[in-house]
């Protein structure tokens, strides 16, 4: 198996789209219809991209901004490191 950036990226994106999912959900900053919501877009995703060129290749990418937004909601905006 070649784990190249690409795919190690595209591993951490989807990790992390579930992992804030269910944080999101039990820090109740999630409700359940915005968590079906999120998943319906991940799983639709992959439909729309087939109509774009080169579409497949965008679906990491695109989950990283659906992270990018979730993260946005849940600690809303402000994810302290320190």
Known sequence: MDLNSV????FVAHFA??????????????SAIAALAFAAIWFLLPLGLGYVPYGPA???PAVAVIDIV???IIF???LRIA
């Open 17 to 30: 789209f579930w992992a804030l999912i269910v944080w999101g959900l039990i820090a109740r900053e999630l």
């Open 58 to 60: 965008f679906f990491p």
């Open 76 to 78: 809303k905006g402000d």
């Open 70 to 72: 979730l993260v946005f």
């Open 7 to 10: 795919a190690v990226a595209s």
